[in-house]
Every structure is written in C-alpha cells, then in structure tokens.
C-alpha cells in the first residue's frame, strides 16, 4: 500500500522560506512521477509543481515559477518543494501525490485526476 506524508509546513512571514517534504512508502524507488497541489479555502486545488520518474524534468506553475523547486532523493523516498519569496497567496494545504504511470503525463501533469496516491496535506500560512 502506497503512503504519502508531508510535512514542513507552517506560519511564515511575507518572504521567508518553507522546505516541504513528502515521504513516500510502499512504492520502489523511481517507479513514480510526483506532484505537489495546493488548495486555499473556498478554492479548488490547483497545480504547483511535478518531477518526472527519473527526477530529470520538472515544470511548475507561472504563479511559482522561480520561487519554488521540486526535488527529490531516491535513496531516501522522499520528494522535497523548496518553496522561497513566500506570498500571502501562497497560503493553502499543500498536498503531495504520486503517479504510478500515465502515458498521457507530459500533456496531463497540471490535473489532479491523473494521480493515483495523495497524501493528508500540510498547512502553509504566510502573512503579510
């Protein structure tokens, strides 16, 4: 069974830097693509970032862009978003999720539905 759990989430001010981690358990290693989403209150969840099976490509949203950067570590199971200027609206529940295989991916890595495992999600609060 397939498990996800962030963590590093929390209250910041306008500017600061936030690293998420997402541990991942039950898979082997490089055998998923992962993502990170981000949901405000009231909002739909909406894309930030991903990285590829290999962890050679990523792509991120225009509203991220240049702030935030995925990562991962194989050999620990864990996918990172280091997540720096921080904003007010980047406040929301970050949630990791994984994606066992889609061949659609390159063209479908914005959408939610192609995920097969999510994780509980971790606050982010920024204030201005």
């Known amino acids: 069974q397939v498990q996800l759990v962030e963590s590093g989430g929390g209250l910041v001010q306008s500017g600061d830097s936030l690293r998420l981690a997402c541990a991942v358990s039950g898979r082997n290693v490089g055998s998923y693509a992962a993502a990170w989403f981000r949901q405000a209150v009231g909002k739909e969840r909406n894309f930030v970032a991903t990285?590829?099976?290999?962890?050679?490509?990523?792509y991120y949203s225009d509203s991220v862009k240049g702030r935030f950067t995925i990562s991962r570590d194989d050999a620990k199971n864990t996918v990172y978003l280091q997540m720096n200027n921080l904003k007010p609206e980047d406040t929301a529940v970050y949630y990791c999720?994984?994606?066992?295989?889609?061949?659609?991916?390159?063209?479908?890595?914005?959408?939610?539905?192609?995920?097969?495992?999510w994780g509980q999600g971790t606050q982010v609060t920024v204030s201005s």
């Open positions: 990285i590829n099976w290999a962890g050679k490509e990523t």
């Open positions: 999720a994984a994606l066992d295989f889609f061949e659609n991916y390159y063209s479908d890595y914005d959408k939610s539905t192609i995920y097969d495992h």
